[in-house]
């Protein structure tokens, strides 16, 4: 599908906190590598100047950028900001947002305000004409549940059409989740062993160190599941469960993915373990009776010849041991046991790990040194150390502005993904309390089948063979 580059880039919330953390670093970082194009409209409710918001600007990049500024970097960006002061409400503020637009005929406009206003924007961008031809960035969360997602698909369609859409979930631009992509299906070797004739079960985890940290009202109206599973860890179980695309071609990417989500059947309790951290009811913001999960375990299951009766598992939370994510494909035992040593719980594996480093491992038996025929248990690990890669963040925009789409959730990815944890959204299954520094709640282990374990995230190689 042929899309647009954009030749203005719009800023809703410049003066908020996403835009000073990650987007103004972001632009800096295109700006420093020769990428940044077109000139910046930043759009708030604060009445400042344009050379306030540079300064913003310039104090999110030395505090949560990627180095010390460069002076003239720095300027080359600075001359490409202009500001918009405005209530949202007021159409005056869209006739001015029209004149700083001048001549611009494919504006970009990225929406960092609360999904509650983007029908009131989406509409008076399209009352003065800043609609026409132009294209939107819709940041996350795509709803609370399958009706608002639907209804706020809608609201932005209603003024955007689909191919203009470009809904953002920072997990797909990451370097790690790239790779997972590459290696899944640019090596021969994966393709006859990826699936339920080789395949174990395969656990998908996302572990917080940390609690909410400050941000108890939010996370109580969120949760788990709404926070990180429907779309990050959802989003890496397509591209581990997904059959090959035909080709490279973007919406032939993201057709492989719903097929994949529309094949998952829809949680049911029985599926589903939620716990909440010792302490969280005492967070400020936070609910005296909350029952917002801080932890959940799923157990999903594909429907689909590649997949039946291979479990998945999903487990995220916060105040957990340690903060990493990871995932372990757990491989079949050979169908004969020719050596005694080869215990039942160390199969051969796969493990994928996205932070705090970015690892590919394949876990294997190797002979021990000397007479006896006696194995222990190694890794194969190919560790990559980018010190200059690119933030997602930075790769997103840069792909929006481009007009390519790949990277960005579809309307029915989005709409099918809530599909399958809608029906246990409504908090009807317990919530387990667990001690902060555990790995949540006992009763998660009542998920696993044919005598599995929980694997925590391996931080230290088994024994390492090749680095790269």
Known sequence: MSRQSCDAFVLFGATGDLAHKKIFPS???????GNLKVPIIGIARDEEKANALIARARDGIETYGEGAIDEAVFDRLADRISYVSGDYSDSKTFDRLKKALGDAKCPLHYLAIPPTIFEMVCQALKAAGCADNASV???KPFGRDLESAR???KVVHDVFPEENIYRIDHFLGKEPVLNLNYFRFGNVFMEPIWNRNSVK???ITMAEDFGVQGRGAFYDEAGTIRDVVQNHLMQILAILA???PSNRDEETLRDAKVRLFKSIKPLTSQDVVRGQFKGFLDEPGVKTDSKTETFVALRLHIDSWRWADVPFYIRAGKSLPVTSTEVVVEMKQPPQQLFEDCHRNERNYFRFQFNPNTIIAIGARAKKVGEEMVGEQIEMVAQHEEPDQMTAYERLIGDAMAGEAGLFARVDEVES???VVDPVLDQSTPVHVYEPGTWGPEEADSLLI???KWRAPQLEPVEELVKS
């Open 201 to 203: 079960s395969v656990q």
């Open 151 to 153: 209804e706020l698909n």
């Open 417 to 419: 993904a809530w599909e």
């Open 242 to 244: 997904m059959d090959p």
């Open 137 to 139: 960035v819709v940041e």
């Open 450 to 452: 044919d005598g599995m």
């Open 27 to 33: 632009l800096y970082a295109m700006e420093q590598r």
